[in-house]
């Protein structure tokens, strides 16, 4: 089973917990550390609910992506091919990016994947 299929594997799980379903994006996974994509977004961390270091980026388009997450100060990229972003946070919660990608005047949502940091 590929890693992609894996992940969604997860996510449809996820969801099914009433806790996650809740107060959490379909998309989200719960991790220790690590990376969680939807479509053609990807966010990450790594450390824990003491210190971490996040970072989301975008796949194969043009445009921006949106990074939020506990202590950590809402980021949001420039405008360019393969966006991302990143900042240090502490606490625990969901680490949340969302990729819009800028086609003739629109935004076209890319992905809104999110993982939890305990």
């Known amino acids: 089973m590929n890693l992609r299929k894996t992940l969604l594997s997860l996510s449809a799980?996820?969801?099914?917990?009433?806790?996650?379903?809740?107060?959490?994006?379909?998309?989200?996974?719960?991790?220790?550390?690590?990376?969680?994509?939807?479509?053609?977004?990807?966010?990450?961390?790594?450390?824990?609910?003491?210190?971490?270091?996040?970072?989301?980026?975008?796949?194969?388009?043009?445009?921006?992506?949106?990074?939020?997450?506990?202590?950590?100060?809402?980021?949001?990229?420039?405008?360019?091919?393969?966006p991302s972003t990143s900042a240090n946070g502490i606490g625990e919660g969901w680490l949340c990016a969302h990729g819009w990608k800028h086609e003739n005047g629109n935004f076209i949502d890319m992905g809104f994947p999110c993982v939890q940091v305990s």
Request: aromatic letters at 10%; charged letters at 10%.
């Open 13 to 82: 799980l996820a969801a099914l917990v009433p806790a996650l379903a809740l107060g959490a994006p379909a998309q989200a996974e719960t991790a220790l550390s690590g990376t969680v994509c939807d479509r053609q977004v990807c966010v990450g961390y790594d450390g824990n609910k003491n210190g971490f270091f996040a970072s989301t980026t975008g796949i194969s388009f043009y445009g921006h992506v949106d990074l939020w997450g506990p202590g950590l100060s809402f980021r949001h990229s420039p405008d360019m091919q393969n």
